[in-house]
């Protein structure tokens, strides 16, 4: 059983920033894919980011260049750096983990994000 917990939503203005935090119970070793989803009200769960095991990212089209995904191995920790902020970015946010040796996906409780002026 792998346990993510997330930190570091809130409510920030349009072109502010906001970094996210996920801190798994687990070696990263254990663990081949950790991601980033987000679920806005009356829509579905999307994919934000993700980053292998072998450092290769993936980010949806609405937030390349804006977002940055990148992990600590001694904190068994992975970030969701969010710059440029939009009001459309408001969702709830999920961190995501595959484990490696089980392929089991577990998620985390989720953090909320609002950008509103």
């Known amino acids: 059983q792998v346990q993510l917990v997330e930190s570091g939503g809130g409510l920030v203005q349009p072109g502010g920033s906001l970094r996210l935090s996920c801190a798994a119970s687990t070696s990263f070793f254990n663990i081949n894919v950790m991601g980033w989803y987000r679920q806005a009200p009356g829509k579905e769960r999307e994919l934000v980011a993700a980053?292998?095991?072998?450092?290769?990212?993936n980010y949806a089209d609405s937030v390349k260049g804006r977002f940055t995904i990148s992990r600590d191995n001694a904190k068994n920790t992975v970030y969701l750096q969010m710059n440029s902020l939009k009001p459309e970015d408001t969702a709830v946010y999920y961190c995501?983990?595959?484990?490696?040796?089980?392929?089991?996906?577990?998620w985390g409780q989720g953090t909320q994000v609002t950008v509103s002026s």
């Open positions: 995501n983990a595959r484990h490696r040796w089980t392929n089991t996906v577990y």
């Open positions: 980053l292998t095991s072998n450092d290769i990212t």
